[in-house]
């Protein structure tokens, strides 16, 4: 069974949220990839659309929207994700991880795309936060 650790970025405040997912949401999510729009009942917020816009491995590898697949390898960049040139024309073999989200995936960068009746921060307290009066 695949934990993720759910980085939601709200684009209206740009404030980012840290959300655990577990058991059958997380195992809803295995499977898709970098740019598809998911419910948002998976991180816990009902009504909201989600567009997964990235994510990293356990060993803090990137994924990578132009590499299809679930498997990590080496690429020779001269620039993009994972590498930035120090000079021009430098050219560095970089490992980098697929577009699809596997077992192997740790975090998952979203973003909103379409909000739902109740705002993030109500639906992301903590219950000790909401039940004090």
Same mark, same amino acid.
């Given at each position: 069974?695949?934990?993720?650790?759910?980085?939601? &970025?709200?684009? %209206?405040?740009? =404030?980012?949220? &840290?959300?655990?997912?577990?058991?059958?949401?997380? &195992? /809803?999510?295995?499977? +898709? &990839?970098?740019? #598809?729009?998911?419910?948002?009942?998976?991180?816990?917020?009902?009504? $909201? +659309?989600? %567009?997964?816009?990235?994510?990293?491995? %356990? !060993? @803090? !590898?990137?994924?990578?929207?132009?590499?299809?697949? =679930? +498997?990590?390898? +080496?690429? *020779? *960049?001269?620039?993009?994700?994972?590498?930035? #040139?120090? $000079?021009?024309?430098?050219?560095?073999?970089?490992?980098?991880?697929? /577009?699809?989200? /596997? /077992?192997? !995936?740790?975090?998952?960068?979203?973003?909103?795309?379409?909000? @739902?009746? =109740?705002?993030? #921060?109500? *639906? *992301?307290?903590?219950?000790?936060? #909401? %039940? =004090?009066?």
């Amino acid at each position: 069974m695949a934990d993720f650790k759910a980085i939601v &970025n709200d684009v %209206k405040t740009g =404030k980012s949220y &840290n959300v655990a997912v577990s058991g059958h949401h997380a &195992n /809803s999510l295995d499977g +898709k &990839n970098i740019g #598809e729009i998911v419910d948002g009942i998976f991180v816990g917020l009902p009504g $909201y +659309k989600l %567009k997964i816009t990235g994510g990293s491995d %356990k !060993t @803090g !590898t990137p994924m990578r929207a132009d590499l299809p697949g =679930k +498997k990590r390898v +080496k690429l *020779l *960049l001269s620039d993009g994700l994972g590498f930035h #040139e120090r $000079y021009p024309g430098e050219r560095k073999r970089v490992a980098a991880r697929g /577009s699809t989200i /596997s /077992s192997e !995936t740790v975090q998952i960068n979203m973003a909103v795309t379409e909000y @739902g009746p =109740k705002p993030i #921060e109500e *639906l *992301l307290a903590g219950d000790g936060e #909401e %039940k =004090k009066e």
